[in-house]
C-alpha cells in the first residue's frame, strides 16, 4: 500500500498484517510449487505475478450500495448515505485487494455540493476517478423536460439539448476531479415496431454524441456503451456492437466503445466481439459483470468464469501481436442484492484477475503452431489447461506484497467494518444511489 503519502485506511493496517501472517507459510509453499509447475511449462511465474499486482479495476459508486430489482430492493445495514461514504467503503475494496485503485461515479446519483472536497477526498483514501458517467435515463426532480421517449434521440430537439447539457456538465465535474472520461449509456428506444424511426433515431443519437464530442478535453475519451434491450422492449438505439462500432467510427479518434458483458443475448459470442472492437482499433473498456438471462449484473466469474477467461485471452492475444494504441478502462459494474456490495466488489476483483493471470499463462507459440496445423483437439486444450491452472497463489501473493490482504473477505469480516458502518450510518432511506 502506498503509505509514503500517508492514506487514509478503514481497516486496522495490523489487522491485515496479522491476519496475512498467518497464511504467510501455506501461500510461500503454495506459490513455490506453482513456481516449479509454471516452470516446467517455461514460463517465470514472477513476471505473471508482476503483471496481475500492475492490473487494476474501476469500482461502480453505485455497486457499494445494496442494488434491487423493480419486484424490490432489501438494503443491508450501514448503507453508504452519499457519495462520500461509498468512497470509503471503495477505499476499503482497495485497501483489501490493492487491485481497485479508481471509483467511476455516475452523475446526478452522485453530485457533489464541493467537487474539490470530494477530489481532496479520494486523494486522501489513496483513491483515483475513473470514467464518469452521465444519467439521462431517469428524470430527476424539477428537471424541465422527461425522458420517457428518450434523451439524446429525443424527436424533441429541447429535450436532446437538455441531455446534451447533462453530459457536458458531468464532463465540467469530472475535470474538476481529475477524471479523463466520460461514459454514456442512454435507454433510448421503442417498445413496439413503428414507435419509432429506426433511421433517423440513429441519426439523431450521432448528432448529439457529436455535440458532446465536441466539449471534450483533447486528453479525454468518450465511451459508447451498447445494450440489447431494458428498459426498451422491441429496439434500442445503441443496441448491439455493430451500432457502437458505427458511431464510434463516425465521431472519430476520442470516442470508443464499451463492453458491458451483461448487455448481450444469451450466448452471445462475447469475445468474439472483443476481437473485432480491437481489430477495429475502437475497444475502449468493460463494464465487467456476469449474467446467465439478461443484464443480471451479477459478480463477475459467477456464472461463466470460462467465459471471462475468453474474454481476457482476446485482450493478452492482443498484446502478444503487439495491437497498437489498445488503452483500456476496466470497470466492474454489478449490482449486489443479497450479498455485502463490498466483498462482492473485492471478490470479482480477484476474478477478473484470476481470469487475466490465466490467460497469461497461454502457450501462444504453441497454440499458434496447434491453430495453423488445424490440430482442434489440441489447440483448445492448450486454453483449458491455462484456464485450469489454479492461479490462486499468485494473486494472493501480489496482495500480500502490496501490503493487502491475503484473504480480503476473511479481514473484511474480522474487522467489523460492515457493523460499524451499521452504527456510524443510522438505517435512514439511504441514497442506495442506484438502480432500483
Ligand atoms: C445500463 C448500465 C450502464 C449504467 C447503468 C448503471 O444497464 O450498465 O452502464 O449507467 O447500468
Ligand atoms: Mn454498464
Known sequence: MDTARSIETKIDQDLIAKANAKLAGDLEHDYAALGKQLARQGIDIEQIAEKVARFGVAIPSWGVGTGGTRFGRFPGKGEPRHVFDKLEDCAVIHQLTGATPAV????????????????????????????????????????????????????????????????????????????????????????????????????????????????????????IEHKMYEP??????????????????????????????????????????????????????????????????????????????????ELVDAEWRKVKGLKLSHMLDQSHNVTDPIESLMTSAVELQRAYAQALLVNRDGLDMLQTANDALGATMVLKRAFTADVSPIMAMARSRKGAAIDPVAVFRASGYRAGCAARRPAQQSSGGGIV
Open 104 to 223: 467511476s461515479l455516475h452523475f446526478p446519483w452522485d453530485e457533489p455540493d464541493d467537487a474539490a472536497a470530494l477530489r481532496a477526498k479520494g486523494e486522501a483514501l489513496g483513491l483515483g476517478f475513473a470514467a464518469v458517467n452521465s444519467n439521462t435515463f431517469q428524470d430527476q426532480k424539477g428537471q424541465a423536460r422527461s425522458y420517457k421517449f428518450g434523451s439524446l434521440t429525443h424527436t424533441d430537439a429541447a429535450v436532446r439539448e437538455q441531455a446534451v447539457a447533462h453530459n457536458l456538465h458531468c464532463i465540467e465535474l469530472g475535470k474538476k476531479l481529475g477524471a479523463d472520461e466520460i461514459t454514456v449509456w442512454i435507454a433510448d428506444g421503442a417498445n413496439f415496431p413503428g414507435q419509432q424511426h429506426t433511421a433517423r433515431a440513429f441519426e439523431r443519437y450521432i448528432d448529439a454524441l457529436a455535440r458532446i464530442r465536441a466539449a471534450l478535453p483533447k486528453t479525454w475519451r468518450m465511451m
Open 232 to 313: 426498451a422492449f422491441y429496439a434500442t438505439v445503441n443496441q448491439d456492437w455493430g451500432s457502437s462500432l458505427l458511431a464510434a467510427q463516425t465521431l472519430g479518434p476520442q470516442v470508443f466503445c464499451l463492453v458491458d458483458l451483461g448487455h448481450h443475448a444469451p450466448n452471445v459470442n462475447i469475445e468474439m466481439i472483443v476481437a473485432r472492437l480491437i481489430h477495429a482499433g475502437k475497444l475502449g473498456g468493460f463494464h465487467f459483470n456476469d449474467s446467465r438471462y439478461g443484464d443480471d449484473d451479477l459478480d463477475a466469474g459467477s456464472i461463466n468464469p470460462f467465459r471471462l477467461f475468453l474474454v481476457f485471452n
